[in-house]
């Protein structure tokens, strides 16, 4: 079955009760037992609902991965993951990653003791070097949240395997249509679904795939003892995303190589990182890893003015944080979603103050080209 297929049937059958080709959503806190010790498989909706289980599975088969966990954003399925592991423990990852992913690490999870390096990734003998006697996992970010760094899948996972350490790779910027880590040997794969698989700006949600049984298993213990679940209704909305996927990445990819090659040429941009351009540090990796590059975009004004400047005057284009959607996004990282991070911390990392973070929708091309052309002028 070819993907776009798998999108709008795997794991989704007709409705047996009327036959409704849609999956139906079941707004149910709990299920009748027939007797003590006997019931359809669903006993309590923390635990499963059968709306989210469609989705788990449909993830699972898109990803390539046997197990799927649904969450109710994608900090729930993060926050999650880490929660596997114990005190003391220690975890790489990359410099580079959502911003909330970084603040979880360094102020919230310091709180339990677990330590976080984080770290350039796209340089596999830094990860080998940050690697310590008590760390348990490797978490990366690969095209990178906003420089768009390429790491290399398949020496993380090789390494971490040597090291019995879990690979977990975020993939919320490629999708399963683009890049799937389980098939280079990573362990884990974790999206923020309120991105593209929702793909329409309406819902929040958080998904993770793996094959391991014994990690799955301990996952669903996770899941359902700290209860940060999706709920049947965003479930619903994700599965309807899913099914126009690949249709909706074809376009975000025409349209990002496009305005990424627009930008590159422009007087004004000092410079700009996108994985499809060839003057990309890690072209030839995204190209063999990849089966496109996405809609992500972020370029440098050269000074927080300019960038203000040019946000100002943006009228297609939406101000705002997020991702991924119909529409083009537009937002500006040091100030909005990577806050957080301490100027310094962010100068290092490659988030400069002029630096714009760009989320190429599916509109018509030529209109996102000339709403940054006119913005472009002012600066
Ligand atoms: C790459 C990436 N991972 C995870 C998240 C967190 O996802 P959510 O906002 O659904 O909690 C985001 C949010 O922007 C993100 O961009």
Known sequence: MG??????????????????????????????QQELG???GYEYARVSNPTRTVLERQIAALEGGNEGLAFASGMAAIST????????????????????????????LTNFNLDFSFVDTTDLDTVRKSVRPNTRMIYIETPTNPTMEITHLAGV??????????????????????????EFGIDVVVHSATKYLNGHSDML????????????????????????????FEAWMCLRGIKTLAVRMDRHNRNAV???????KHRKVKKVNFPGLVSHPQHRLARKQMRGFGGMISFDLGSLDNAKSFLKRVRLCALAESLGGVETLISHPATMTHSFISPEQRKAIGITDGLVRLSVGIEDVEDIREDLKRALAAV
């Open 258 to 264: 496009d305005i990424a090659e627009f930008l590159a």
């Open 205 to 232: 949600g958080g998904l993770i795939v793996l094959n391991d049984k014994e990690t799955s298993e301990r996952l669903r213990f996770l899941q359902k003892s700290i209860g940060g679940i999706m709920s049947p």
């Open 157 to 182: 996972a090789a390494y971490a395997k040597k090291k019995k350490l879990i690979s977990v790779v975020d993939n919320t910027f490629a999708t399963p249509y683009l890049q799937n880590p389980l």
């Open 3 to 32: 993907f776009s297929t798998k999108a709008i049937h795997a794991a989704i059958e007709p409705d047996p009760t009327y036959g409704s080709i849609m999956t139906p959503i079941h707004l149910t806190s709990t299920y009748v």
């Open 81 to 108: 993951l880490f929660a596997l592991l114990k005190s003391g423990d220690h975890v790489v990852a990359s410099h580079n990653v959502y911003g909330g992913v970084y603040r979880l690490g360094q102020s919230i």
């Open 38 to 40: 006997k019931n359809k």
